[in-house]
Each structure stands twice: as C-alpha cells, then as structure tokens.
C-alpha cells in the first residue's frame, strides 16, 4: 500500500473536516467541523480514516498493538445528523447506516472521547465504539428523536437496545432523556468519566491498556461481528426499504 504521511487531512485540505493523526500504536480521528453534524461526504470521511487504518493494519508484517480514538474540541462532540441534509439527500442514511456499521466492527479497539455534547446521531456514533470517556462537567448523551419527532432506523434501535439495559433504552428512546456523565456511568453508557483537560488523556491511557489486543488481526473483527450480528445485520437493510414506512 502507498506510505500514507499523518497528520491526514479529510476529505481534503482545502475541506478540512477532520484530522487523522497517529501516535505510535494509537490513531487519533480529531473531528472539527464545526458541531460535527453528519452529511454524506462526513460519513464518507470517517470511513475513509477508517480505511486508511485497516490498511495499515493489514500491512504490517507481525501483529501490532493498535488502537483507535475520536475526539472533538469545544463543547460539542457531535449534534448528530444534517437534518436538511439528511432530507433533502435519499442516499444519505444508507452511508451513515454504513458507517455506523464499519465503526462497530472496527479491526480494532476504539474509544470516543466524548469532549462534550453527543446527541441523536452522534450519540449513535459514541456507542459505535468499543469505550467511551466523558466529560464530567458538562455535556449529555441524548437520542432526541421523541422530540423531533423522527423514528429510528431498525439498526439505530437494534445498536441502542445491545449497548443499554431495557430501562435505560425505554428513557433514552421514549422521554428523550439527556444523561449527565454522572448518570451515564452509572448506566453503563460510558468506561470512565473525566475533566474536560483530562478526557482525551483518558481515552489514550484507555485505547493503550486495550490496544494489544488488535494483535488477534481479523479475529478481532470477527468476534466483533458475532457479538453484533443481530445489530449488524439491521443495519444492513437498506435504508430505501424503510422510508416510505417510517
């Protein structure tokens, strides 16, 4: 595969979106657009980071620790999806679905930091990982589609309902709840709570104590995808099927 040169810049450096850099056995997707809300070519750079990493990982000779996390700035980590976007633009949730999908049976260990806010769509994006680090001072976990009003997609749902008890998703989904970090960990939303300065700090020290274990290569992946595979095979269904009834 071609050298790839970090830092990254996608989808590219004159629309500079997001930032792959590498830290050793750590890649560190900083997103930086603004409140990170999601289009069809933000799906698309995300998977593209994603890509940019799986090759690496592929190409190496012996199994090496690798781990992988996402960060934003500010007070927001994402405010979900583009909704005119996302309205105006039919294709568009069959790439996020998609993304949704790649981060969640990811090669390797993954850890959002979440620096902020993480709602509706990107609230998906947080749980999509393998951990997840929150701030603790400010900032909520919150599917808001209740109030919108919008319905989930089956995979949107199927992730939800894998990733949280059946109290907590009956809050999240039905009362639109926006869990304070205290309430997330005790939740089991997110691993570990954190000060704003000291969240992606976290999150690293979290993705170095998992990250020998992307020396299982493809493995890695497949028990991820056993693990999920009621969730990924809902995420599957293309998204064209359930339009006209959602």
Same mark, same amino acid.
């Given at each position: 595969m071609?050298?790839?040169?970090?830092?990254?810049?996608?989808p590219?450096?004159?629309?500079?979106?997001?930032?792959?850099?590498?830290?050793?056995?750590?890649?560190?997707?900083h997103l930086?657009?603004?409140?990170?809300?999601?289009?069809?070519?933000?799906?698309?750079?995300?998977?593209?980071?994603?890509q940019?990493?799986?090759?690496?990982?592929?190409?190496?000779?012996?199994?090496e620790?690798?781990a992988l996390?996402?960060y934003?700035?500010?007070k927001?980590?994402? =405010?979900? &999806?583009?909704?005119?976007? %996302?309205?105006?633009?039919?294709?568009?949730?069959?790439?996020?679905?998609?993304m /949704?999908r790649?981060?969640l049976?990811?090669?390797i260990?993954?850890?959002a930091?979440?620096?902020?806010?993480?709602f509706a769509?990107?609230?998906?994006?947080?749980l999509?990982?393998d951990?997840?680090v929150?701030?603790?001072d400010?900032?909520?976990?919150?599917?808001?589609?209740v109030?919108?009003p919008?319905?989930?997609?089956?995979?949107?749902?199927?992730?939800?309902?894998?990733?949280?008890?059946p109290?907590?998703?009956?809050?999240?989904?039905?009362?639109?709840?926006?869990?304070t970090?205290?309430?997330?960990?005790? =939740?089991? &939303?997110v691993?570990e709570i %954190?000060?704003e300065?000291e969240?992606?700090?976290?999150?690293?020290?979290l993705? /170095?104590?998992w990250?020998?274990?992307?020396?299982s290569?493809?493995?890695?992946?497949?028990?991820?995808e056993?693990?999920?595979?009621d969730?990924v095979?809902l995420l599957?269904?293309?998204?064209?099927?359930?339009?006209p009834?959602?």
């Open positions: 071609p050298e790839v040169t970090f830092p990254v810049a996608l590219s450096t004159s629309n500079h979106w997001m930032t792959l850099h590498r830290e050793g056995p750590l890649f560190l997707l930086h657009n603004k409140d990170n809300r999601f289009t069809t070519d933000f799906c698309k750079s995300i998977m593209t980071a994603l940019i990493v799986e090759d690496i990982s592929l190409a190496t000779d012996e199994p620790d690798m996390v996402t934003a700035e500010g927001i980590y994402s =405010n979900g &999806l583009d909704l005119m976007h %996302a309205v105006g633009y039919p294709p568009f949730m069959e790439n996020y679905l998609l /949704l790649r981060m049976t990811f090669c260990p993954t850890v930091a979440l620096n902020g806010h993480a769509g990107g609230c998906m994006l947080a999509a990982h951990y997840r929150m701030r603790s400010r900032g909520y976990m919150c599917m808001n589609e109030d919108l919008s319905p989930l997609a089956p995979g949107m749902a199927g992730l939800l309902r894998y990733k949280m008890t109290k907590t998703f009956r809050d999240m989904v039905l009362q639109g709840h926006r869990f970090a205290k309430e997330a960990l005790e =939740n089991d &939303l691993d %954190a000060p300065k969240v992606l700090d976290k999150a690293k020290a993705a /170095l104590k990250a020998p274990k992307a020396k290569g493809i493995v890695y992946r497949q028990l991820k056993e693990m999920y595979t969730v095979r599957s269904i293309p998204y064209n099927r359930l339009a009834k959602m």
